[in-house]
């Protein structure tokens, strides 16, 4: 489940990062793509393991969803 919420989460991101209708200044294209790299990682280590990160995994995915919550709320022109 965490995986999948990641997913969703870096395809939000490459979304804002490949289209023009949401205008990003350097400093925040910057963050942005380390903030993708994270969710990458986090992505990666969790299908590694996935059953020892069962509870680190829930904390993930509750992180991700609040972040994909978060992003439109940062900037008028994302809704």
Known sequence: ???AVLRSLDQTIDHILNHDEYPLSVNGEQQIDRLQEKVLSLEEFLEK???EGCSLG???RDAAN???DVIPDSNPSFT
């Open 49 to 51: 393991f996935e059953e």
């Open 66 to 68: 609040e972040a994909e």
């Open 1 to 3: 489940m965490a995986c």
């Open 58 to 60: 829930r904390r993930i």
